[in-house]
Structures are given as C-alpha cells and as structure tokens.
T-cell receptor, first 113, second 113 residues
C-alpha cells in the first residue's frame, strides 16, 4: 500500500550545525503532514505540522518544507543541540483521513557536542 | 498543560493471557487513536474513535478490541496474547478545534512471555 518513507535512517551532526531530515510520501490524497520527535522509551512528541495548501511553515528553530510536485517533506532544525538527539518521524493523514496517521520509518538524529 | 495519560506504563503477561490498556485523552479532546510500535519500528495505526464511535480501523488483530466511553477515555482489550504482541502501545488524542493534530501519550510497554 501507499506509505511515507524516509531517505536516511541516521544523521549525525555537530552541535550548532543545521540539520535537515527528509521524507518522501506517496499518497497524493494526503493533505496534512506532521513531524514528530521520539526519544527512547517515550511517546512521539509533536514538533510541527503543515497542510497541503502551504509550502513552508516555521516554528521555533524548526522549519517544515512541503514540495507537493515531488511529494517531498523536510524538517530543518537550526543550531542543533544535544537535546535534539532523537528519532524523527514524518507522518501523513493517510489519504486525507481525519482519523489515522501513516508514519514513515524514522531517522535517528545524533548531535555530537 | 495536561497530556494524554496511559495506564499501566508497563505490563508483563504470559502467552494466551488477556490485557487491558487504558487511555485518558487531553481534556476536551473527543478523538482517541491507538498505535502499536515494535522495537525499531514506526508506530502502526490500530484503531480510532470519535465521539465514542469507531472512526477508522487499521491493522488491528481480531483478538484485539477497543472502545471509547462516555467520559472519552478509551480501553484496548487484548486477548490470547502472543509473543509478537510485545510492543509499545501508544494512545493519542485530538480535537476538531485543534485541527486534528494528534498528541501522544507516554505509552504502555507490553511484554508477553
């Protein structure tokens, strides 16, 4: 079936650098996308979301970019800190459903001091 | 701010036993979702409820059932447990007013021996 996938399973950056985590989705009917951060043994934590009528959305130190033409989503983290180390998942609303999310495979971000 | 509450946080069961997981959504959230996450895997959608009615269903085994009660809390009942049911089980909640953004609880770690 259609699913959301990530290009890179791991990403290692130096503290203070900018991080970019990428995600490809295949369900063109999905119109809502979310990035979650998950630390070991904890629940996914909402970071930022974007709807399909937008190309870019900014939060505190984070920016999400959506390219509907190539079905690509990215999360940019500015000035990455050790506390940002976690697994990052993108998720889509499963073809427009209001009642389920399809998650990608996750990218492990490691921030080196 | 109040978050999603799940209980118990840890549960150990024997094969063929039953288990009940509970979820208390964020106040004024009317929709709850259940996800299963195996080791190193992304969360997989099981089932969701909106206003006490099942709203969507994913890859939930027939041995599992769930419901949402009048106070909006939800329970996931799991019978004839198998070794492969060992996983983290997350509950999330959302409200229409919040744009359906799902907020996750801390999870219940189920271990089947």
């Amino acid at each position: 079936g259609e699913s959301v996938g990530l290009h890179l399973p791991t990403l290692s950056v130096q503290e203070g650098d900018n991080s970019i985590i990428n995600c490809a989705y295949s369900n063109s009917a999905s119109d809502y996308f979310i990035w979650y951060k998950q630390e070991s043994g904890k629940g996914p934590q909402f970071i930022i979301d974007i709807r399909s009528n937008m190309d870019k959305r900014q939060g505190q130190r984070v920016t999400v970019l959506l390219n509907k033409t190539v079905k690509h989503l990215s999360l940019q983290i500015a000035a990455t800190q050790p506390g940002d180390s976690a697994v990052y998942f993108c998720a889509e609303n499963s073809g427009g459903s209001n009642y389920k999310l399809t998650f990608g495979k996750g990218t492990l971000l490691t921030v080196n001091p | 701010a109040a978050g999603v509450i799940q209980s118990p946080r840890h549960l150990i069961k024997e094969k063929r036993e039953t288990a009940t997981l509970k979820c208390y959504p964020i106040p004024r959230h009317d929709t709850v979702y259940w996800y299963q996450q195996g080791p190193g895997q992304d969360p997989q959608f099981l089932i969701s409820f909106y206003e006490k009615m099942q709203s969507d269903k994913g890859s939930i085994p027939d041995r599992f059932s769930a419901q949402q009660f009048s106070d909006y809390h939800s329970e996931l009942n799991m019978s004839s447990l198998e070794l492969g049911d060992s996983a983290l089980y997350f509950c999330a909640s959302s409200s229409d007013a919040g744009g359906n953004t799902q907020y996750f609880g801390p999870g219940t770690r189920l271990t089947v021996l």
